[in-house]
């Protein structure tokens, strides 16, 4: 620009000399001089501007793609100045833009191929609650294979069935059983996150089907079983066995027959612990078929009230229940058991009856405790899988087969705040005074 300047003021001088040459003086001279060489820097300025304008226009249109996230866009460099190092510079940003955008592309077809392939039902809700995200086994566990994406979730959750859909509407994870398309149950595991995505709150949903997993489990264990039991049968029958012929050794000396007491003493212990092994497992594996009638809720809490203290949470249902009492006083047992083990004694265990609109029953036994990790409760319904160093395992399995056994689930969750829910939900009764509430499940 100083060189167009110089330009210019060096024209002028020289017209000016020229228009004296020819006669004009004073300022008409100056002025004609002064005009052509205005017009000489206009057209030097255009000449020399034009390149740097059409630069810095590419320059904007590139910026520009970037913002419609297009890093395609390169300019040519040719320029060896300042301007030249500029558009170099953003050639530079534009590659590392794309091969980035490319790597993250990438991973997202991964991540999505992942998900697709995963046998867990995956469902991700943005704060709207709506499905922004559901792999095809979410929606073949939802909507027969239909798209989830973009539609409420509470309208998915309408047509689920009601253990399941009491789960997915709580605040934490848990496990509820259904029946399959092939009227077989089928066990799920809820594991519930929540997480920023684009700086808002979404919550991820993954239900992992453990039938089959539970049933593999259970082959294990049983193996697992039978090498305990035989493990701990020679324990007791060989010292048994021994004594047995130390006893006989005795009789036949009679002048020792003072020392027969503690031997048989010893056999009555060992053969009482065998006992007391036994019936833990032949409890599980002997359970009779219920015979329901009509029961007093009153009357039936009476018995579990005398083991352990516990709060009635609201007030109970005006009909009587219709299930086999002793077989369900056995599972409210055990499941007070485990609250009070799981809560101590100064935290209040709660028990509630309800019954629902379709005349099914629920009934809930909730607790303060410490609650459940997610391995526990994956596991919890295994026979003889126990956390505690004297469990024998078959408390909460025990409960399990008695409810199913009256057509019923049982279902666990942790409890907002803190705490364990265990769920008993008993179908609609045969009595007449069952018969009332419309509905069925």
Same mark, same amino acid.
């Not at 259904?178 to 979404?202: D, I, M, Q």
């Not at 002048?255 to 009555?268: E, G, M, N």
């Not at 009509?294 to 009476?302: C, F, H, R």
């Not at 126990?386 to 395992?393: L, V």
């Given at each position: 620009?100083?060189?167009?300047?110089?330009?210019?003021?060096?024209?002028?001088?020289?017209?000016?000399?020229?228009?004296?040459?020819?006669?004009?003086?004073?300022?008409?001279?100056?002025?004609?001089?002064?005009?052509?060489?205005?017009?000489?820097?206009?057209?030097?300025? %255009?000449?020399?501007?034009?390149?740097?304008? @059409?630069?810095?226009?590419?320059?904007?249109?590139?910026?520009?793609?970037?913002?419609?996230?297009?890093?395609?866009?390169?300019?040519?460099?040719? %320029?060896?100045?300042?301007?030249?190092?500029?558009? @170099?510079?953003?050639?530079?940003?534009?590659?590392?833009?794309?091969?980035?955008?490319?790597?993250?592309?990438?991973?997202?077809?991964?991540?999505?191929?992942?998900?697709?392939?995963?046998?867990?039902?995956?469902?991700?809700?943005?704060?709207?609650?709506?499905?922004?995200?559901?792999?095809?086994?979410?929606?073949?566990?939802?909507?027969?294979?239909?798209?989830?994406?973009?539609?409420?979730?509470?309208?998915?959750?309408?047509?689920?069935?009601?253990?399941?859909?009491?789960?997915?509407?709580?605040?934490?994870?848990?496990?509820?059983?259904?029946?399959?398309?092939?009227?077989?149950?089928?066990?799920?595991?809820?594991?519930?996150?929540?997480?920023?995505?684009?700086?808002?709150?979404?919550?991820?949903?993954?239900?992992?089907?453990?039938?089959?997993?539970?049933? @593999?489990?259970?082959?294990?264990?049983?193996?697992?079983?039978?090498?305990?039991?035989?493990?701990?049968?020679?324990?007791?029958?060989?010292?048994?066995?021994?004594?047995?012929?130390?006893?006989?050794?005795?009789?036949?000396?009679?002048?020792?027959?003072?020392?027969?007491?503690?031997?048989?003493?010893?056999?009555?212990?060992?053969?009482?612990?065998?006992? %007391?092994?036994?019936?833990?497992?032949?409890?599980?594996?002997?359970?009779?078929?219920?015979?329901?009638?009509?029961?007093?809720?009153?009357?039936?809490?009476?018995?579990?009230?005398?083991?352990?203290?516990?709060?009635?949470?609201?007030?109970?249902?005006?009909?009587?229940?219709?299930?086999?009492?002793?077989?369900?006083?056995?599972?409210?047992?055990?499941?007070?058991?485990?609250?009070?083990?799981?809560?101590?004694?100064?935290?209040?265990?709660?028990?509630?009856?309800?019954?629902?609109?379709?005349?099914?029953?629920?009934?809930?036994?909730?607790?303060?405790?410490?609650?459940?990790?997610?391995?526990?409760?994956?596991?919890?319904?295994?026979?003889?899988?126990?956390?505690?160093?004297?469990?024998?395992?078959?408390?909460?399995?025990?409960?399990?087969?008695?409810?199913?056994?009256?057509?019923?689930?049982? %279902?666990?969750?942790?409890?907002?705040?803190?705490?364990?829910?265990?769920?008993?939900?008993?179908?609609?009764?045969?009595?007449?005074?069952?018969?009332?509430?419309?509905?069925?499940?």
């Amino acid at each position: 620009m100083a060189a167009i300047a110089v330009s210019g003021i060096l024209v002028q001088l020289v017209l000016t000399r020229v228009a004296r040459a020819a006669g004009l003086d004073g300022w008409p001279a100056e002025l004609a001089a002064a005009g052509v060489a205005l017009v000489v820097v206009l057209v030097l300025a %255009r000449a020399f501007l034009r390149p740097l304008t @059409r630069t810095l226009r590419g320059l904007s249109d590139g910026i520009r793609s970037f913002q419609d996230r297009d890093f395609s866009v390169r300019l040519a460099a040719a %320029r060896e100045d300042e301007l030249g190092e500029l558009l @170099r510079l953003y050639n530079r940003v534009g590659e590392i833009l794309q091969d980035e955008r490319a790597q993250i592309r990438q991973r997202e077809l991964l991540l999505e191929t992942a998900l697709d392939r995963s046998p867990a039902a995956i469902v991700l809700v943005n704060p709207l609650d709506r499905v922004i995200y559901a792999n095809p086994e979410a929606r073949q566990l939802f909507l027969g294979g239909a798209r989830l994406a973009g539609l409420g979730f509470n309208e998915i959750l309408a047509g689920c069935p009601d253990e399941m859909r009491s789960v997915l509407e709580g605040a934490t994870d848990g496990l509820f059983t259904v029946e399959s398309t092939g009227g077989e149950p089928e066990t799920y595991h809820l594991a519930r996150r929540s997480f920023l995505l684009n700086r808002r709150a979404h919550t991820l949903l993954l239900l992992r089907r453990l039938t089959a997993e539970l049933s @593999r489990r259970e082959v294990a264990i049983w193996k697992k079983v039978i090498r305990v039991i035989s493990h701990e049968l020679n324990n007791s029958l060989a010292p048994i066995s021994s004594l047995a012929h130390s006893g006989n050794t005795i009789v036949r000396a009679t002048a020792d027959a003072v020392r027969l007491q503690p031997i048989f003493a010893s056999i009555k212990e060992r053969v009482e612990h065998l006992t %007391r092994f036994l019936e833990g497992y032949a409890r599980y594996a002997r359970l009779p078929s219920p015979r329901p009638q009509t029961v007093d809720w009153s009357g039936w809490l009476a018995g579990p009230r005398k083991l352990y203290a516990f709060e009635v949470a609201s007030e109970l249902p005006s009909t009587p229940g219709w299930f086999d009492p002793v077989q369900l006083e056995q599972v409210l047992i055990n499941l007070l058991k485990n609250a009070v083990e799981a809560s101590g004694s100064v935290s209040v265990i709660e028990v509630e009856i309800l019954r629902l609109p379709d005349g099914s029953t629920r009934i809930q036994v909730l607790d303060r405790g410490r609650g459940m990790s997610e391995d526990v409760m994956r596991q919890a319904l295994l026979p003889f899988y126990s956390t505690k160093q004297a469990g024998g395992g078959v408390g909460l399995p025990l409960c399990r087969e008695i409810v199913e056994a009256h057509g019923g689930t049982l %279902r666990l969750q942790n409890r907002p705040g803190g705490g364990t829910v265990v769920s008993v939900w008993l179908p609609r009764g045969q009595t007449p005074a069952c018969d009332n509430p419309a509905g069925s499940r």
